[in-house]
Structure formats: C-alpha cells, structure tokens
C-alpha cells in the first residue's frame, strides 16, 4: 500500500498517510488526502472562485474568472469545442440537382449551417434509446422558371421543417429554423432547379466540427504590468509613447511628470515599454496573475452562451465523478 500511495500521490509524512486498515477503505479519506497533499486543493478553491460577467449578448459572454487553475479553464475550453451535443443536418438526399454545383458540395454548405432547436427538446432526445422516431427532417425545393432572365441566390431560410414522427407533435409550439436567415447555400440560373430532403442527427464536436456549439471559446491569462522604480519625465513620455495600447499614464507630480499604470487588462505583453532600458536596469516588470483569466465565450446561435457555459460545467462534473469512482476502485483492488 505504501509503495502504491508513493508512486500515484506526493506524501510528506508516509506514517501519518498509513492508517488505513486493508479491506476498510473509506471513500471520503481518498478525498481529503488529495486535498491536503496536492498542490491545488478543492475546498480552498470553492470559497476563492469569483466570476464575474463583463459583456453578455445573445451570442458572446466574456467573463472574468478568478481562484480557478488554469487546468479547468482548459477543460471547459475543450468541453464547449468537443463534447457539448447539438443538432444539424447530417446527410441529405437529393432528388433533383440541376445547378452548376455538385450534390457533396451543396451536401457540406447545409452542413455547416446551425439549426435552432429547444434544449429541452435536445435533452429529451439524447435520453431517447429509439431516436429514428424523433427525426428531424428540412426540405430544399427552389427552382428558377427559364424564362426569366436573372439568377436568383438561395438562403438559407429556404429550408423548411418538414414534420415527421413524434418531433411533429412535440415540436408544433416551437420553431425549428436555421439560426441566420441570409446565410448564402448557392445560385441558381434560369431554369436550374434543385429539391432534396436534408436529415438532422445529434453529434459532437470531437466527431465533426459543424456539431461544435461555439465558433470559438477560448480564455486570455490576465496580465500583471509592475513599476519597480519611479520613471519620470523623458523616459515617462518615451514608454508612454510607445505602448500602442495605452497601459501607461502620464500624471504631474511636483512639477515633474511620472508614469503609472492606467489600464492593466489591455496589456499584449509586447515588451515595448522594457525595449528603452538594459536588461539589468529594468523599471518595469511584465507577467501574468496565475487564477485570473478573460473567459470569452462566442456561440453559434444554436445554444445561448450562458447554457453552454452551465451545460460545460456540469460535463466536467460528470467526468471528475467518473475518475473518481475508477480510482476508488482499482484502489480498493491493489489492497485486495
């Protein structure tokens, strides 16, 4: 036991961590042993954890988090891009294409464009064993007479929720639609024509990126920009003059002008105020704050960000609770 605990755990004291009994394990040491010893403890990380919301729309939400290690930021990064489920067209049968495109290509633009649907309803699907009856099915049918002239651009708001199965009744109250009306599929000439029938699945990101719920989630470590020494006057204007994103200030004081630091978030971290100085004389010291992250957030239009944000919250639950249980039992195993 001991030699497991040393190669899986860090342990300060081998004789305090020894006090299991064999074949008694109880789960709630394994969790308190890893709070203690591990460098990133979870209860102190509850009671530090601030978000706070910067921006909000119907698309983005940028946030400010802080007292979070940058692991689990990377995890609900990944999460949003690869594991949250959605719906969108997936295979579609034409019955009649006379364009100058081909049936794949025309197949791959209405791929990528994200359909609305309830999250309710999305829900009640994944839990569905038997998902053939909740189908959702959309049908394209445009055609350009030949005697007109003019070509004529098909939009996306061209597709129309074609009901079928139990989805029909479900669904009657609510709106199946593609997100964005203008988004452009093709053009057809006079008398060009095309009728096909386009079919939703549910699916993840990591199988393709058209189910990625996000255009892109990422997090922006916040910056940390100190002044060690005074900067005045000439070297004042000179840095202040060359940050192109106006961290710096420039403040009288006794009839001499000082730099300070006005905005500190706005900082790229180009190094452009340490260039004036030698390496061993610098004024200024640039970094980055180790638990404080700009969390942003840019939805598609299938899912409002703030339910991807809590929906990505409780998929890393689920995952940690999963770990959890495996290491409790091949823990429980060795000591067999």
Same mark, same amino acid.
């Given at each position: 036991?001991?030699?497991?605990?040393?190669?899986?755990?860090?342990?300060?004291?081998?004789?305090?961590?020894?006090?299991?009994?064999?074949?008694?394990?109880?789960?709630?040491?394994?969790?308190?042993?890893?709070?203690?010893?591990?460098?990133?403890?979870?209860?102190?990380?509850?009671?530090?954890?601030?978000?706070?919301? %910067?921006?909000?729309?119907?698309?983005?939400?940028?946030?400010?988090?802080?007292?979070?290690?940058?692991?689990?930021?990377?995890?609900?990064?990944?999460?949003?891009?690869?594991?949250?489920?959605?719906?969108?067209?997936?295979?579609?049968?034409?019955?009649?294409?006379?364009?100058?495109?081909?049936?794949?290509?025309?197949?791959?633009?209405?791929?990528?464009?994200?359909?609305?649907?309830?999250?309710?309803? %999305?829900?009640?699907?994944?839990?569905?064993?038997?998902?053939?009856?909740? /189908?959702?099915?959309?049908?394209?049918?445009?055609?350009?007479?030949?005697?007109?002239?003019? /070509?004529?651009?098909?939009?996306?708001?061209?597709?129309?929720?074609?009901?079928?199965?139990?989805?029909?009744?479900?669904?009657?109250?609510?709106?199946?639609?593609?997100?964005?009306?203008?988004?452009?599929?093709?053009?057809?000439?006079?008398?060009?024509?095309?009728?096909?029938?386009?079919?939703?699945?549910?699916? /993840?990101?990591?199988?393709?990126?058209?189910?990625?719920?996000?255009?892109?989630?990422?997090?922006?470590?916040?910056?940390?920009?100190?002044?060690?020494?005074?900067?005045?006057?000439?070297?004042?204007?000179?840095?202040?003059?060359?940050?192109?994103?106006?961290?710096?200030?420039?403040?009288?004081?006794?009839?001499?002008?000082?730099?300070?630091?006005?905005?500190?978030?706005?900082?790229?971290?180009?190094?452009?105020?340490?260039?004036?100085?030698?390496?061993?004389?610098?004024?200024?010291?640039?970094?980055?704050?180790?638990?404080?992250?700009?969390?942003?957030?840019?939805?598609?239009?299938?899912?409002?960000?703030?339910?991807?944000?809590?929906?990505?919250?409780?998929? %890393?639950?689920?995952?940690?609770?999963?770990?959890?249980?495996?290491?409790?039992?091949?823990?429980?195993?060795?000591?067999?």
């Amino acid at each position: 036991m001991n030699k497991f605990l040393k190669k899986y755990f860090t342990i300060a004291k081998c004789s305090e961590a020894i006090l299991i009994k064999k074949k008694q394990i109880k789960k709630n040491f394994l969790i308190s042993f890893i709070e203690k010893d591990h460098f990133f403890s979870i209860s102190d990380s509850r009671h530090s954890m601030n978000i706070k919301i %910067l921006r909000f729309s119907q698309d983005e939400l940028v946030s400010e988090i802080n007292g979070i290690d940058f692991s689990f930021n990377n995890s609900l990064r990944r999460i949003l891009l690869s594991e949250a489920e959605t719906i969108t067209i997936d295979r579609v049968f034409f019955y009649d294409n006379s364009s100058v495109f081909n049936d794949e290509m025309i197949a791959h633009r209405l791929g990528l464009i994200p359909v609305f649907v309830n999250s309710n309803f %999305l829900k009640y699907i994944s839990e569905k064993k038997n998902k053939n009856s909740h /189908k959702i099915f959309f049908e394209l049918k445009i055609s350009q007479p030949s005697q007109f002239l003019k /070509k004529i651009s098909v939009f996306s708001d061209s597709l129309k929720w074609k009901p079928y199965g139990l989805s029909a009744s479900l669904l009657k109250n609510s709106r199946i639609k593609p997100v964005f009306r203008d988004i452009l599929i093709l053009k057809l000439n006079p008398g060009q024509r095309i009728n096909c029938e386009c079919h939703c699945s549910i699916g /993840k990101g990591n199988f393709h990126a058209k189910f990625s719920p996000v255009a892109t989630a990422f997090y922006r470590i916040f910056p940390q920009v100190k002044i060690i020494r005074e900067i005045m006057n000439k070297n004042a204007k000179k840095i202040y003059k060359k940050c192109p994103v106006r961290v710096f200030e420039i403040r009288k004081k006794n009839d001499f002008d000082s730099l300070i630091i006005s905005s500190t978030k706005h900082c790229t971290l180009c190094r452009e105020c340490t260039d004036p100085f030698d390496s061993d004389l610098y004024p200024i010291k640039i970094g980055r704050v180790k638990d404080k992250v700009t969390f942003i957030i840019e939805s598609t239009g299938v899912m409002s960000p703030e339910k991807l944000f809590s929906r990505a919250i409780f998929l %890393l639950i689920g995952k940690c609770n999963k770990s959890l249980n495996i290491l409790l039992k091949n823990f429980n195993k060795r000591l067999v």
